[in-house]
């Protein structure tokens, strides 16, 4: 083995220049994978976090329309002991009604969270824009509500029940999800406030939560069902976002032919250079033989060749892969001056593409390693 390795070296540096090309031929190879691959994961983790990063992935709410959970801190602790892929769970009170402002009345959804397990979901903190986390008697309003109803930090604003019951409470924050229809309907306050204007006393309407693996969702929901008492469901982000998961699974792919197709043009290439290479070196291989090499040390001496070109383009492609990617975030920004798409960079991702890319090109070697073991000392150097 060491003396193919030896030879094999030789051979390389000998004919620096066909070196250097199949090693170029890898690395670009090898950057076009880690580049698309990036690309792909990292639109993938915007569109995620976009839409469900800052939701509940997994539900749990009553069968019945309107219906409701009683005693649910139980049911919440024997969910976050039975399911370890729960990261966060929160309960929380919904209910539909009115924002009253002077004459002017908007339809909002009241949303009443425990705001210490709610922000593991929400991160209303960090969508805070103005003031505070509504106090006792207080509310947080989106950004576009807030601009549509001419209000203020501090103003005094009537929620209305569809029963017709009021309650006056006040603006105590303004936030921004990032989602227009989020920040016009949302009023977020704390779960007390909303069980006291909407008559639910201790009861919710929900339990939320996320998952350490979002496309284990699915998984999850069905292992929460058979711990629900009768009259409740879990619901989770992959039945409700069908169009969704079908477009990222479409990415995925994409992605994957793209890749094959890039490493399966590499394998040819550095099999047909190879190949060529081994009649470049007939001459030298017959000698070899008729030393006293053996027909499987001259096959390893291709197979040297190819476990190093594959080691050197990796290195190469990688590093482009990562620069290109790079790149890629500095030039592609949008008005605000962030990222189109955000930079992912997966260790494992990219150690899985250098080690197949070195694998590939010790396999592409295979053709010329064999061709090599056939070759008669005698003839070869009888014909020159």
Known sequence: M????????RFLTTSKGQTALIALGIAIGVSVQVFIGSLISGLQKSLLDTTIGSSSQVTVQSRDRGGRIADYEPLLTKIKQKEPLVTVISPAADASGFLKNGSDTFPVLMRG?????AEGIYKLREALVEGSLPGQGGV?????LVDEAGLKLGDAVDIITPLGQTRTVTVDGIYDLKVSSLNKSWVVSNLPLVQSIFGYGSEITS?????????????????????????????????????????????????????????ISVVLGIASVLAISVLQKSRQLGILKAMGIKDKTASLIFLSQGFVLGTLGSVLGVSLGLGLSVAFTKFALNPDGTPIIKLFISPRFIAVSSLVAVASATLASLVPARRSSKLDPIEVIKNG
């Open 140 to 144: 947080m309003l989106g950004r576009d």
């Open 207 to 263: 339990l939320e939560m996320q998952v350490s693996d979002v496309f284990a969702a699915d998984t999850v929901s069905q292992n929460i069902t058979t711990l629900l008492p009768d009259g409740l469901k879990a619901e989770n982000w992959k039945d409700a976002n069908a169009s969704l998961l079908s477009g990222l699974n479409g990415q995925s792919i994409s992605s994957l032919m793209i890749q094959v197709f890039v490493l």
């Open 2 to 9: 060491k003396l193919a390795f030896k030879i094999a070296w």
């Open 113 to 117: 969270f425990d705001f210490a397990r």
